[in-house]
């Protein structure tokens, strides 16, 4: 079966840096999407990984590894803004998208 | 720009009823999909379409019956709602399926079904 694997619930503090961490296991591999979702809202896309590596875009960064099926959100400079859910998905080799149950960011002042 | 629109935002049904949930895009967008999302668990893919007169079933379809007569609405139907029904409907758009082009949501859908 497929599978994606996030931590529940983080907490981090305000200003600090949080790294949070997918794991999957999927029929194919088309790229791994990240997704912000604040409670009640709808999900927004963050970053996208196709090849190895390390992507940033502001103070939002995601590494994937695919020879180990693991990736991660780097979040630096933490704002209270920041609380929301952080949702990994891949992209299947059917090109639909797997989605994990979403890692919950509290951040404390 | 709107982007996704969905109606209603919230509604309460018995068991038993039936009734439509809307999806309407301005992006132009070929790809519409309808998800649910329970607690503790990621977003499940019920229907998707890849253009307008088009539909497929995804993970969870049982229980539910889409039309896309337009490309720009998605129509999610429940015929004989079900408790086990109760959840957050997202529906999302997407220009194409290459890899690298992010679905677009609405705001969500709560549906109680009583």
């Known amino acids: 079966g497929q599978n994606i694997d996030q931590p529940t619930e983080m907490t981090a503090t305000e200003g600090a840096i949080v790294q949070i961490n997918c794991t999957y296991q999927?029929?194919?591999?088309?790229?791994l999407f990240w997704y912000q979702q604040h409670a009640g809202e709808a999900p927004t896309f963050l970053s996208y990984?196709?090849l190895d590596g390390l992507e940033e875009k502001g103070r939002f960064s995601s590494f994937l590894s695919r020879s180990k099926g693991y990736s991660y959100l780097l979040l630096k400079e933490l704002q209270m803004k920041d609380s929301a859910s952080y949702l990994c998905a891949v992209m299947d080799s059917n090109y639909q998208l797997i989605w994990g149950a979403g890692t919950k960011l509290i951040i404390k002042p | 720009n709107a982007g996704v629109t969905q109606t209603p935002k919230f509604r309460v049904l018995k068991t038993g009823q039936s009734m439509t949930l809307l999806c309407a895009q301005d992006m132009n967008h070929e790809y519409m999909y309808w998800y649910r999302q329970d607690p503790g668990m990621g977003l499940r893919l019920i229907h998707y379409s890849v253009g307008e007169g088009t539909t497929a079933k995804g993970e969870v379809p049982d229980g539910y019956n889409v039309s896309r007569l337009k490309k720009q609405n998605f129509l999610l139907g429940l015929e004989s709602a079900a408790p086990s029904q109760t959840s957050v409907y997202f529906c999302?758009?997407?220009?194409?399926?290459?890899?690298?082009?992010?679905?677009?949501f609405g705001d969500g859908t709560r549906l109680s079904i009583l």
């Open positions: 999927t029929s194919g591999f088309n790229g």
């Open positions: 999302a758009s997407g220009l194409t399926v290459d890899s690298n082009q992010p679905q677009h």
């Open positions: 990984n196709v």
